[in-house]
């Protein structure tokens, strides 16, 4: 299948610099989307290191069947599975040394969302809160699970979802880049379909839009990547855009 891509960024209303990060390299069908966290320029630091050390480990790794050392090799992954989990550790490590190496970076951490295709599936990876979402037809549904505490509330059952949208502490992550050395990643692989739409984004969306106004603007504005990605910002903006906003959307062609 052919694959088309779009991605955008926006600094929102509230902040005064872009701490998210993003990339798309089509060459080896990896797409990333990272949110830095640490106030100031620490969080863009973070969230750029990361994206640059997967991005540069998949490209160096494409051969390597010891691709994984130092880390285990997951037998219930494939070998572009295990090449994305062990990118996104190389890439907490890097994160880690660089708040090691000046004192106004301490603190630094970073979300990330990944998608590495290949043939007729895709491999997600996600640290944080940041999320991936699938459009198949006109049913949408959220592929990742937030590492978050609001999260981890909802599933206990001690708040709904309604309430955890406006939650004070709607914004404090469980897991993410450069907290700790053993960082664990969650991945799956889905198996691909075409027509089916991927979108990868940061909280700057979510928590400004719930998942059906998301679902309602990517099928009011498909096959349209650009002017679909253009709507989510514009509406994550008009409910107030209290955060950055990045949004990359991925669609499986015929």
């Known amino acids: 299948m052919k694959l088309s891509y779009k991605a955008a960024t926006d600094v929102g209303r509230r902040r005064k610099g872009n701490e998210d990060s993003y990339l798309e390299n089509a060459e080896q069908q990896l797409f990333v989307v990272a949110d830095g966290m640490g106030g100031h320029a620490a969080g863009e630091v973070a969230s750029r290191i990361a994206v640059d050390a997967i991005n540069e480990f998949i490209c160096l790794t494409g051969g390597d069947k010891d691709v994984t050392w130092p880390f285990d090799y ?63 037809g006109s049913e949408l549904s959220q592929v990742t699970s937030d590492h978050s505490w ?63 106004d998301i679902k309602q603007s990517l099928l009011r504005c498909m096959p349209d990547l650009e002017r679909t990605a253009r709507e989510l910002i514009d509406a994550a903006n008009e409910r107030g855009g209290e955060d950055n906003i990045t949004v990359l959307l991925m669609r499986f062609e015929p």
Do not use: F
């Open 74 to 136: 997951d037998s219930s992954l494939s070998h572009a599975g295990n090449r994305l989990k062990t990118a996104i550790q190389h890439a907490n490590q890097r994160v880690l040394e660089a708040t090691q190496e000046r004192a106004d970076y301490e603190g630094m951490a970073t979300t990330v969302v990944a998608a590495l295709v290949e043939e007729d599936s895709v491999n997600i990876a996600h640290v944080g809160d940041s999320r991936v979402y699938q459009l198949r």
């Open 150 to 212: 609001v999260n981890e509330q909802i599933r206990s059952g001690v708040i709904s979802a309604d309430q955890a949208r406006s939650h004070p502490l709607r914004n404090v992550v469980t897991r993410a880049l450069g907290g700790k050395a053993e960082l664990r990643v969650d991945i799956r692989s889905l198996k691909t379909k075409a027509g089916d739409v991927l979108l990868l984004c940061t909280d700057g969306l979510t928590t400004m839009l719930p998942d059906d």
